[in-house]
């Protein structure tokens, strides 16, 4: 086993989809199964629900999510710099740009957990706090922006991963394939969680 830049960037990567595999994990976990068991709890045991198993669950995704990225943008980096010490000057090629574009909407999905999702929580979590109890609004907004992530890591796991497979034949349209494939099995997954919900 060599250990240079080859040992390193295949850690780095290693990290990187492991510490992904537990945010989207953890967060999909939220979404179709502790979410609504929390919501058929009442009072003080809603209240404790919240806090205990969506407010832990989210501090996992935000660390896990953080983490991806640090990790992502370490890969790229060991990439970048091998190539820049080497003196080489390599245009990016159809791999690279399938995971631009899977790290563009892995970006988004982590701007609007950190940002939107964990600040509409804090709110319910607030009105729980207060006593007053959070209003329906409230679990619909956060219901709507956590519904976004669910629907991008469709998409986005088709970029990120099939990179490897179709990178050297990388066109717009098969990107459109990735995106369309991506939020129709998401919808799809997304109908069958909410029968199941129904059911239970
Ligand atoms: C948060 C933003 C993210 C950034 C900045 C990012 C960045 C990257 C980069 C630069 C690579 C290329 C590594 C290489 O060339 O060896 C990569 C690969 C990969 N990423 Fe991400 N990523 C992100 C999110 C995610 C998430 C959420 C997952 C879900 C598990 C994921 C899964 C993967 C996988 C499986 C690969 C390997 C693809 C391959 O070997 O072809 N990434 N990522």
């Keep these: 086993m060599q250990f240079d830049t080859t040992f390193t960037t295949a850690l780095i990567r290693w990290g990187h989809i492991l510490a992904g595999i537990i945010w989207l994990g953890f967060f999909l976990?939220?979404?179709?199964?502790?979410?609504?068991?929390?919501?058929?709890?009442?009072?003080?045991?809603?209240?404790?629900?919240?806090?205990?198993l969506i407010g832990r669950g989210l501090r996992w995704?935000?660390?896990a999510g953080i983490t991806t990225f640090l990790l992502g943008i370490g890969v790229l980096g060991h990439l970048w710099a091998k190539q820049a010490y080497s003196g080489a000057s390599v245009p990016l090629n159809g791999r690279g740009r399938f995971i631009m574009w899977g790290m563009t909407l892995a970006v988004a999905m982590l701007v609007n957990l950190l940002f939107l999702v964990s600040k509409a929580q804090n709110g319910i979590l607030n009105a729980f706090a207060s006593g007053l109890g959070p209003s329906d609004q409230q679990f619909a907004r956060v219901r709507r922006l956590s519904l976004v992530n669910v629907y991008l890591t469709g998409p986005m796991l088709y970029l990120m991963i099939f990179a490897n497979n179709f990178g050297p034949l990388f066109h717009y349209g098969h990107v459109g394939i990735g995106v369309?494939?991506?939020?129709?099995?998401?919808?799809?997954?997304?109908?069958?969680?909410?029968?199941?919900?129904?059911?239970?």
Aim: proline share 2%; aromatic share 8%.
């Design 29 to 52: 976990f939220l979404h179709f199964v502790v979410r609504p068991y929390v919501l058929c709890l009442k009072g003080e045991a809603q209240a404790e629900g919240y806090r205990r």
């Design 61 to 63: 995704c935000r660390g």
């Design 180 to 200: 369309v494939l991506g939020l129709a099995t998401m919808h799809i997954i997304v109908i069958l969680a909410e029968r199941g919900a129904r059911v239970g």
